[in-house]
Every structure is written in structure tokens, then in C-alpha cells.
């Protein structure tokens, strides 16, 4: 079948069910907003998907990657879906599946209005690329964020070519990231170049998990998840 269409899994242990987990995900994204990604389309079906298989008590944070990503413009808008519990055990008690229905709708509404949001969100077409300004920022925001219990996830849209060269030293808590929708340039050495750096400078930063991801891989992450 069409890699496309089957879409991208990551499975490191992933729970399909709507239950109370002990581990929640605090996802930030970085939607690349610059001249030289050509598949801004794709990142936001990708966002669309990340948000739609998010859990009860997840959080994720939406910012534009631009030339100038540090700055408060560049964020977008923030989900949290409150935490709701497991699901009634007897399934013959009418008022707790109701109870627990009311609950799941305002999930869902939740996560549609943010979908919304997304597919109204107008490109910017910034000339240049800052990859570490998005890097400080999502650094900043996994220190408010993060709780004991929670996991952070940067998921970056891009093709990580950064030439505003604000390096900065970050320290990324453990956070898996994906770079998805990663978009290779014309010569083989140097996008190889280009994985293997910024491999290595995201480890320095303290992210756990470096994966980097093809757009035609489709659009499905499945966040690896610990009970």
C-alpha cells in the first residue's frame, strides 16, 4: 500500500484507548514558514494528525518557524485537553456513560476547534530560516509546561537549513523530537550533512530521541507513550 496513504508510526509502545495514562505529552510544534520549505501543506496535515491523536490531559503548542522564530508573534495557539479519567466499568449505568460521553464530545470539540484554526492559518513566507530561535522558544516552553508525570515532544516541520545563526545553548529536557516532513535538498552529502548535524546538536541540547522523517511518509505520528 501507498506509504502515503499508511502514514508515519513511530512505535516505541504506543495505548490506542481512551484511558488515564501516567505519562502526558507536552507536543511542540514548529511549523516551518520560510521560503526555502516547499511542503507547508503536508506540515499542516501533520499537525492536523498530531492533534487529532492526542490524549486527555495533553498539551500542544503551536509556533511558526520564521526569521526571526523567538519572538511572541511567532506563536499561534495553545490545546490543553483536560484530564477526564477511565471509562465507567459498568457499562450498564446510564448516568456514568453519559457523564463519560459529555466528557469525550468536549475532547472532541477541543480538538476540532484547533483543527480549525489550523486550516485557516494563512503562510508568511518568511525570507530566512531560525531554527535555534524556534529551539529557544520551545526550550522556554517546555520549562513552564512540563509536570511531573509529562513528556515533551518537538515535532519540526522543516528542511533545518537555519541561516540565521543565533546558536544558543538549550537544554530540551529529555524531549523526543521529530523533524517530519524533512525535506532534502539537491545533493545527497549535503542533506546527509545536514541529518548528522543537527543530530548531534539536538543530543547535546538533552533531546532523548532525534527521528528524522520524509514528507512522503504521509502525515501519521503515534507518539511513543509509557504507562
Same mark, same amino acid.
Not at 80 to 88: A, H, Q, S, V
Not at 95 to 106: D, G, I, P, V, Y
Not at 133 to 142: C, H, K, V
Not at 152 to 158: D, E, N, R, Y
Given at each position: 500500500?501507498?506509504?502515503?496513504?499508511?502514514?508515519?508510526?513511530?512505535?516505541?509502545?504506543?495505548?490506542?484507548?481512551?484511558?488515564?495514562?501516567?505519562?502526558?505529552?507536552?507536543?511542540?510544534?514548529?511549523?516551518?514558514?520560510?521560503?526555502?520549505?516547499?511542503?507547508?501543506?503536508?506540515?499542516?496535515?501533520?499537525?492536523?494528525?498530531?492533534?487529532?491523536?492526542?490524549?486527555?490531559?495533553?498539551?500542544?503548542?503551536?509556533?511558526?518557524?520564521?526569521?526571526?522564530?523567538?519572538?511572541?508573534?511567532?506563536?499561534?495557539?495553545? #490545546?490543553?485537553?483536560?484530564?477526564?479519567g477511565n471509562p465507567p466499568k459498568n457499562k450498564f449505568d446510564k448516568n456514568s456513560r453519559k457523564n463519560w460521553n459529555r466528557k469525550l464530545k468536549k475532547i472532541m470539540l477541543l480538538k476540532s476547534r484547533a483543527a480549525?484554526?489550523?486550516? /485557516?492559518?494563512?503562510?508568511?513566507?518568511?525570507?530566512?530560516?531560525?531554527?535555534?530561535?524556534?529551539?529557544?522558544?520551545?526550550?522556554?516552553?517546555?520549562?513552564?509546561?512540563?509536570?511531573?508525570?509529562? /513528556?515533551?515532544?518537538?515535532?519540526?516541520?522543516?528542511?533545518?537549513?537555519?541561516?540565521?545563526?543565533?546558536?544558543?545553548?538549550?537544554? #530540551?529536557?529529555?524531549?523526543?523530537?521529530?523533524?517530519?516532513?524533512?525535506?532534502?535538498?539537491?545533493?545527497?552529502?549535503?542533506?546527509?550533512?545536514?541529518?548528522?548535524?543537527?543530530?548531534?546538536?539536538?543530543?547535546?541540547?538533552?533531546?532523548?530521541?532525534?527521528?528524522?522523517?520524509?514528507?512522503d511518509f504521509g502525515n501519521k505520528i503515534i507518539i511513543s507513550r509509557s504507562n
Amino acid at each position: 500500500m501507498n506509504r502515503i496513504l499508511t502514514g508515519i508510526y513511530i512505535l516505541i509502545g504506543s495505548l490506542m484507548t481512551v484511558t488515564a495514562f501516567a505519562e502526558n505529552h507536552v507536543v511542540i510544534f514548529g511549523l516551518d514558514e520560510t521560503g526555502s520549505y516547499s511542503f507547508r501543506e503536508r506540515a499542516v496535515s501533520i499537525a492536523k494528525s498530531v492533534i487529532r491523536d492526542l490524549k486527555p490531559g495533553d498539551i500542544f503548542y503551536l509556533r511558526r518557524i520564521t526569521e526571526k522564530s523567538y519572538i511572541d508573534s511567532c506563536a499561534v495557539f495553545r #490545546l490543553e485537553l483536560p484530564k477526564i479519567g477511565n471509562p465507567p466499568k459498568n457499562k450498564f449505568d446510564k448516568n456514568s456513560r453519559k457523564n463519560w460521553n459529555r466528557k469525550l464530545k468536549k475532547i472532541m470539540l477541543l480538538k476540532s476547534r484547533a483543527a480549525s484554526l489550523l486550516a /485557516k492559518l494563512q503562510p508568511v513566507k518568511s525570507r530566512k530560516t531560525d531554527i535555534w530561535g524556534f529551539l529557544a522558544a520551545a526550550a522556554d516552553r517546555i520549562q513552564v509546561e512540563i509536570k511531573q508525570g509529562s /513528556k515533551p515532544v518537538i515535532i519540526i516541520t522543516s528542511d533545518m537549513q537555519d541561516n540565521c545563526n543565533r546558536t544558543i545553548q538549550v537544554d #530540551l529536557k529529555g524531549a523526543e523530537v521529530v523533524i517530519a516532513g524533512f525535506e532534502s535538498t539537491a545533493d545527497p552529502r549535503k542533506t546527509q550533512s545536514i541529518r548528522s548535524n543537527w543530530e548531534k546538536v539536538l543530543k547535546r541540547c538533552n533531546a532523548s530521541v532525534v527521528t528524522f522523517l520524509p514528507p512522503d511518509f504521509g502525515n501519521k505520528i503515534i507518539i511513543s507513550r509509557s504507562n
